[in-house]
């Protein structure tokens, strides 16, 4: 009966009162006649109030599944977007033919990018990187939690590092990733639905939106292997411009693909020779 008079859309009412009982989403239909407490029952009414005030529902439970694992969120990363799992399924197949590849994932927030890969990928060298602080404890707790201790790439490497800055020079990678912040500082996305309870610094490069992308395209010649390739998600019209840019930097095989929604949401290219 909760559920029923919740002013929210039923899966979001469903999300938090599993998450406030502890139960599974069919309990919801196998325990339907079970009284709850008040406890429970009040601790759901603050989350639901909290939901209708506009709070994320990944933020109120703490978590969001990406690539079918389930990731820590909290208000200091991006939220997984199911339309990212496109960028892991293009890197993957990227490194198929590679033994023990080198992985870069560049601002990773949640971690979910390099974990997705790591998870897919055991025998992946994963290094990740973000210049925040509060990001990269919940990327580590992440990594820790959801990859085997005894994978034969061995754990991820966190970096905090704005873009290449401040990682090891010598390092090259044969697949770089990234979902930067792509959205134009004026946009009014910003001001709208879950965005305005995420990291502004994740979402926006308070720039035209490619600022980000350029300094990734910029830099990923002298971070990349013979033959490596650097793929990164952008906004529903950007794919042009980033095409541009990686073509401008001597990208090879220079293309994007299209999100579920038949938008070109991530592009990328190969650095060959
Ligand atoms: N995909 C996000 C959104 O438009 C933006 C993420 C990003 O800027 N990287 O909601």
Redesign the pocket.
Known sequence: MLLRASPLPPLEARILLTHVLGWRQTQLITRADEALDSAHVERYRTLEARRVAGEPVAQLVGAREFFGLEFEVTPHV?IP?PETELLVETALTAMENVSRPRVLDLGTGTGAIAVAIASMRPDAQVSALDRSAEALAVARRNAVRLLDAKRPGGAVTFTQSDWYDSLDAALRFNVIVS?????ASGDS?LSQGD?RHEPRG??TDEADGLSAIRAIVAGAPARLAANGVLWM?HGYDQAEAVRALLTAQGFADVRSERDLAGIERISGGRLSG
Not at 179 to 183: D, E, H, K, L, V
Request: aromatic share 8%; proline share 17%.
């Open positions: 991006l977007r979902n930067p912040p792509y959205i996305h965005l994740a979402l998600e």
